[in-house]
């Protein structure tokens, strides 16, 4: 029961980075009907600059929850820049171009930001000291202590309260509108005057912010990164997009919730050499048998 | 209108080079160092000064020289185009040349060991591409995760030769029957997926078959690889300079003097034919039945649904057979290296040998030869540049797409014509 417990925690608090990358995927696939294979490595980027910016904090000795917003904020206004270009360089030009022009593209795309990392960076995986340390332990008299650390509170909390701004950006404001109406038909939004270039951007740089908050929580809760992580931490995203029904958001982040429990229960419970093969299977099964997921609308093929 | 024009362009490069800050400031500009253990940054400012001067003086020259080249208005130069009427008209004698051309490269006077080496890679990966083509190519499957036929091709030629002592004739069909199988498998419940669903899914597949390969020890003693492979002997006549005792090799039989390229020089034409093969069976494939329903199926699959066509199963066929070339070229793979470890079946195998194909030109044979020189001889040009060669690859994969996104040679083809008047 314990462990079980000690599981569910660990597993939520993956499960909201996962969520956390997952909304980019979906909103680009809603919006502009492309797997953005380089989103994975958006977050990586994200996870750099948050470990540059920890860094270089730790120097100056500014308190702990000024630096914490500080380099949310320096993540998410750098990485959201690498999102942009992305979107300006490797897809727009592609946007009207056959089916599997962006998706190789972005594979492109995917391939030099991990190796420029690597070069810029070296090929070292990279530890970051523990920023915040500490938590509450339950059940102090049975065998196994369950801990909640405040690390894994703040992943959370941090979570939520985006999820909540993100979710009213996209019902209550103008550019969530126009977001919503490019996802139904782009050339008639164009028609009602809507510039749909900048909200396909806004689009990526959303995603890409938010990617990057997950890359923060990442770099803070396993303390270890390298050039590589976007690529496994992607496809579990995606998974997750798929598993909550590609183009739906609460449905992004409910996936990422499912999977993050289903990969620590996995590891806690079957086998921790396996534990990328539970995320790749659930991919598969999902996409076998819901292909439109959980909250996703059906796809209809038309002649 | 001069002045307005560069007034607006400066502007813009100087937004450009804003840009060009905020995305190299941190990433390339405080690169962190591990010194006793603790990460701290390095700053180097200077690169991304001149990254951010490159950038900005690039973008003010671009917009410069298309605001002329709007004025002048000419039709667009496409070299792409030039190439494939070219290769159109001569494309018989052509391919004869090249193919003749290949038989007499190991006696070149510069084909040293190096440059066979380089041959040999680049047969391997024209070869791989061959193969992917038919599954990309001609039934417009995108598969990410060709590599995991690869894979298993190596690896069952590897099992069979070490514990069985097989000779390699035997385990190359073996091998291409167990990655054809292999195919199937994974092939049977993914098919029905549609384009990009299914990369995703072929993807995880040949990251789930790495990852199978890493963690089974007893059978593939995992990251340690397996060594001992047996090499290729011809037929029979083994290339050794000191054999057992009472056996006869190559070298002895044929009355010649050891030379370990004789070795290399037989790998090469083992690789060339068995590519040959591959290319040829792509060939009269297209013209039969199946072929035909491959590629009318990447047209439109629910026309061919309505005409009688089973999807699933043509798709199948066109996974497993392309599987199977899969799994001869990992045999060959195999052989040559005496060694393999799941380290050389990562994703990035799969993701160049997709670029080969999509960047030739989705079912052009060609195409496939003429992507495979310039991207493979991209990575061994930029090989003293470790890892700037990956970002030259990659950059080349989205430059291609952009200003062809056919492929370089766009032009397909068709198998089947109306006749002249029809």
């Not at chain 1, 750098?78 to 897809?91: D, I, N, Q, R, S």
């Not at chain 2, 384009?195 to 340690?224: C, H, Q, S």
């Not at chain 2, 700037?388 to 032009?411: D, Q, T």
Request: glycine share 10%.
């Amino acid at each position: 029961m314990e462990y079980f417990l000690q599981q569910l925690i660990n597993g939520v608090t993956l499960g909201s980075v996962y969520g956390l990358i997952a909304i980019g995927y979906t909103m680009v696939y809603g919006i502009i009907g492309m797997i953005n294979f380089a989103h994975g490595d958006i977050f990586m980027v994200g996870a750099f600059v948050a470990l540059i910016s920890f860094i270089l904090f730790a120097l100056t000795g500014i308190s702990l929850p000024i630096v914490l917003i500080l380099v949310l904020l320096i993540a998410m206004v750098f990485t959201a820049c690498y999102g942009w270009t992305v979107e300006k360089l490797a897809y727009k030009p592609l946007r009207k171009s056959f089916r599997l022009a962006p998706l190789i593209s972005a594979l492109g795309m995917s391939i030099v930001l991990q190796n420029y990392v690597q070069a810029a960076q070296g090929a070292r995986i990279k530890t970051l000291q523990p920023v915040i340390q500490g938590g509450f332990n339950f059940f102090k008299e049975s065998e196994f202590v369950v801990t909640l650390s405040y690390l894994q509170i703040f992943i959370v909390l941090v979570t939520i309260v985006l999820m909540a701004i993100f979710t009213l950006l996209i019902t209550r404001t103008a550019l969530g509108r126009a977001q919503r109406a490019c996802e139904q038909d782009r050339t008639m939004t164009a028609l009602m005057g809507i510039n749909v270039d900048r909200t396909i951007s806004m689009t990526f740089i959303i995603g890409s912010s938010l990617a990057s908050v997950a890359g923060v929580m990442f770099v803070m809760y396993y303390g270890v990164i390298d050039f590589y992580i976007g690529f496994l931490a992607g496809i579990k995203a995606f998974t997750a997009a798929v598993l909550g029904g590609i183009g739906s958001i609460p449905g992004a982040m409910l996936g990422g919730l499912l999977i993050g429990l289903i990969e620590t229960f996995w590891s806690g419970y079957i086998s921790i050499e396996y534990k990328d093969i539970a995320a790749f299977t659930t991919l598969v099964i999902v996409l076998i048998f819901f292909p439109t997921g959980f909250l996703g609308k059906p796809d209809i093929e038309k002649v | 209108m001069g002045k307005d024009l560069i007034q607006k362009s400066l502007k813009d490069s100087l937004f450009t080079g804003i840009i060009a800050l905020a995305l190299f400031g941190p990433i390339v500009g405080l690169r962190t160092v591990a010194k006793n253990e603790v990460l701290v940054v390095e700053p180097k400012w200077f690169v991304v000064l001149l990254i951010v001067a490159f950038c900005a003086l690039g973008r003010f020259f671009i917009n410069i020289y298309t605001y002329k080249k709007e004025q002048r208005r000419g039709e667009p130069s496409s070299l792409g185009k030039a190439i494939s009427n070219f290769l159109d008209e001569k494309g018989a004698q052509i391919a004869i040349a090249a193919i003749a051309f290949s038989i007499i490269f190991p006696f070149m006077p510069f084909a040293d060991r190096y440059w066979m080496d380089i041959a040999i890679m680049m047969m391997t990966y024209i070869m791989l591409g061959w193969g992917l083509n038919i599954v990309i190519g001609l039934a417009g499957l995108l598969d990410l995760g060709y590599v995991a036929f690869y894979a298993v091709g190596a690896y069952s030629y590897a099992l069979f030769a070490i514990h069985f002592g097989w000779s390699f004739w035997i385990c190359l069909p073996i091998a291409g029957v167990f990655a054809g199988l292999f195919g199937i498998l994974l092939g049977f419940p993914v098919l029905r997926l549609r384009g990009d669903y299914l990369a995703i899914v072929t993807l995880a597949f040949g990251e789930m078959i790495r990852i199978l390969l890493l963690n089974w020890y007893e059978l593939t003693k995992g990251p340690d690889g397996l060594t001992g492979i047996p090499r290729p002997s011809f037929f029979g006549l083994p290339f050794k300079r000191y054999p057992d005792e009472g056996v006869e090799t190559f070298h002895t039989f044929f009355g010649l003097e050891y030379d370990p390229m004789q070795r290399i020089i037989f790998l090469y034409y083992l690789i060339l034919v068995l590519a040959l093969i591959t290319n040829a069976f792509t060939i009269k494939i297209r013209r039969l039945p199946v072929g035909r329903a491959w590629e009318a199926l990447r047209e439109d699959e629910i026309a061919c649904k309505s005409l009688g066509v089973n999807p699933r199963n043509t798709k199948l066929t066109a996974f497993a057979i392309g599987a199977m070339f899969g799994g001869f070229a990992g045999s060959f793979f195999a052989t040559r290296q005496a060694f393999i470890s799941p380290e050389s079946f990562t994703f990035i195998e799969s993701a160049i040998i997709v670029a080969i194909v999509v960047l030739g030109g989705m079912g052009s044979q060609t195409g496939v030869v003429l992507s495979t020189i310039f991207l493979i001889g991209l990575i061994e040009v930029f090989r003293d540049f470790e890892s700037y060669r990956m970002v030259a690859f990659g950059g080349a994969m989205v430059l291609i797409m952009i200003f062809r996104p056919r492929g370089i040679l766009a032009k397909r083809k068709p198998t089947i014509t109306m006749g002249k008047h029809g």
